[in-house]
């Protein structure tokens, strides 16, 4: 069918351009058409262009979730889900906006291949013809239409204009990888690889995922090997011609692959690390190096999506004479796994952790260079004589942050409603606020004011300052016990935070030590989230596994933690 594409494609070039020649060999017509088009053209890279959108949806959610009022949901914060049903809780309540005409309206692609003159009379009635093509093949990517049909716009197109821009035939590549249209993808390489001495990385890619599937798999690794010249691959690149080897019985050379991409400090996959528990499964062998992936994810925070925690499961209970079992399960929260009724790790940071993350916050967000943008050096010293002189505290409320949680107008009661319920609790509290506070006004009440202040320690900053430096020094001077109240997430300061290994133990520490008020109603009794007791990440003892994971369709906020496990324990 592919050469048939391209002789057509010959054909109709012959006919239409005498710019080319028909007495030469080959390919040359649709090789003289790629020639003229310059390799630098936008490029179509299925992963850029996911990635990108990824991130966008990330920033989406979080920026929802910056809005601060009170969330709908009973659960902890840290939850998976809970960030995107707040979103969505928010959505609802905002009106619903007029719906905007799309700039780019989508074209339909038709069900069957088209003749030239079908294809022009649609672009002609089309109610926009620019870039008619690419749009087209870009739609025919979203539905997965019929390889035939696109096969038959770009006869059209060749003929009718006698060129295939780069970004076409991209897409059509793409195409053909997506639905594993194996020959077509080979006479796509010959095609390029007779005309460019080196291929740009978008279609490397793409020639490497759709060589990995079939008997000339190893293609894909001289693929590599050229991409290596110019660039570091990507992930994806290595997960693809790992699979292949997987795929093709080499677990040797799949191995190979993993040593090199971690050497190269890139981060593997999801796909990759299945396709090597798959390997483990058909292979004995290759122990250490699957239970390195576990205890990476461990060393990470990374969780394994559900479709590959149950090839972790197979994998585990494939193993000759070890017995394991394993099974689904929750947690209770007092922090006991509900299947094997094993205690799981604490949230608490050991001695060292803690002593860790107290040096690297206090050095790098709060005396750290971007911390006189929100505050003075004086203002800072002030308050670190401030806490110098009081008692350790036992928890420390963003005052601002808590009374704005309540009905507008009444900030303070819900601060002193706040500020008496932890009194109660016989704690020793401060309340971090602003100069303007203590301005009796509408929202600030002066005697709810001076309870607050007989209740509590409190120190007011400038207007201008921001309050999480001071909250993070006087939690973390105030030592290991110290919780404290926010409904800030504070995602800047983790940014702040110089590598991974502290930024993780900053989130475990937030998770361990943030209070989020659960509900309130003013006037009714305040009560705040239940701190989990227990780590939610990739644990063992030897003798079991535990495993959170991420389940389908789940979307989950980086600093929300998954709610299901694998639990691993073995036969007796
Ligand atoms: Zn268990």
């Known amino acids: 069918m592919s050469s048939l594409l391209i002789l057509k494609t010959r054909i109709c070039l012959k006919y239409v351009s005498p710019l080319f020649n028909p007495s030469t060999a080959g390919f040359t017509p649709l ?45 902890s914060v840290f939850a998976a889900g809970t960030a995107k049903r707040t979103a969505e809780y928010q959505k609802k309540r905002v009106e619903e906006e007029p719906d905007f005409p799309r700039k780019n309206k989508r074209v339909e692609p038709p069900e069957h291949p088209l003749t030239a003159s079908e294809w022009k009379s649609l672009k002609l009635t089309s109610p926009n013809p620019d870039r008619f093509d690419v749009r087209m093949m870009s739609s025919m990517l979203a539905d997965g239409t019929d390889i035939n049909v696109a096969k038959s716009l770009l006869a059209y197109v060749a003929m009718d204009t006698g060129t295939l821009s780069y970004e076409l035939l991209l897409r059509y590549l793409t195409l053909c990888v997506g639905g594993s249209h194996h020959s077509e993808v080979f006479d796509m390489y010959d095609i390029m690889r007779s005309r460019f ?6 279609a490397s890619s793409l020639f490497i995922k759709g060589f990995s599937r079939t008997e000339r798999w190893k293609e894909a690794l001289t693929i590599l090997e050229n991409i ?10 290595y997960g693809d011609t790992i699979a292949g080897a997987v795929l093709h019985g080499d677990g ?14 890139l981060i593997p996959n999801q796909e990759t690390w299945q396709a090597l528990f798959q390997c483990g499964l058909s292979h004995q062998g290759h122990e250490d190096g699957l239970q390195s992936i576990l205890l990476h994810m461990r060393d990470n925070q990374i969780y394994p999506e559900e479709t590959l925690v149950k090839d972790i499961k197979a994998w585990f209970e494939s193993l000759p004479e070890q017995k394991w079992i394993g099974s689904w399960s929750t947690v209770h929260p007092r922090g006991v796994c509900r299947s ?15 002593a860790q993350l107290k ?35 036992d928890v420390v409320i963003d005052g601002l942050n808590v009374a704005n949680i309540g009905i507008k107008g009444n900030q303070s009661q819900t601060l002193l409603e706040v500020v008496s319920e932890l009194e109660r609790q016989g704690l020793v509290i401060l309340v971090l606020g602003r100069k303007h506070m203590q301005r009796p006004s509408r929202s600030w009440d002066r005697n709810d004011m001076s309870l607050v202040q007989q209740k509590a320690h409190c120190f007011f900053t400038d207007n201008i300052s921001e309050d999480d430096p001071f909250l993070l020094y006087a939690t973390l001077h105030s030592g290991n016990h110290c919780n404290f109240v926010s409904r800030d997430l504070m995602r800047d300061h983790k940014a702040c935070l110089p590598d991974g290994a502290t930024r993780r133990l900053f989130f475990k520490w937030q998770r361990g030590h943030q209070l989020v008020l659960s509900s309130y109603t003013p006037g009714k009794r305040v009560r705040f989230q239940r701190i989990l007791t227990y780590d939610t990440i990739v644990q063992t003892n030897g003798g079991s596994w535990h495993i959170p994971y991420d389940e389908n369709g789940a979307e989950r906020c980086t600093y929300e933690v998954p709610q299901k496990w694998l639990c691993l324990t073995r036969a007796k």
Not at 228 to 237: E, F, G, V, W
Not at 340 to 354: H, N
Not at 360 to 371: L, N, S, T, Y
Request: hydrophobic share 30%; with cysteine.
């Open 197 to 202: 001495r080196t291929l740009d990385t978008g």
């Open 31 to 75: 090789n003289n058409v790629i020639s003229k088009l310059s390799v630098r053209t936008r490029l179509l890279c299925t992963k850029g262009v996911s990635r990108h959108a990824a991130n966008n949806r990330k920033e989406d959610r979080q920026r929802e979730f910056n809005i601060r009022e009170r969330p709908p949901f009973p659960k």
């Open 228 to 237: 290596k010249r110019a660039i570091t691959p990507s992930p994806r690149n």
């Open 340 to 354: 094997c009724q094993a205690e799981l790790e604490s949230i608490q940071l050991s001695q060292e952790e803690y």
């Open 359 to 393: 040096d690297r916050v206090m050095g790098d967000v709060i005396q750290g260079r971007d911390v006189f943008n929100k505050t003075t050096p004086e203002e800072l010293e002030s308050f670190k004589n401030f806490v110098k002189r009081k008692p350790t505290f």
């Open 252 to 265: 040797a050379t799949a191995w190979a692959l993993y040593a090199e991409l971690m050497e190269k400090g």
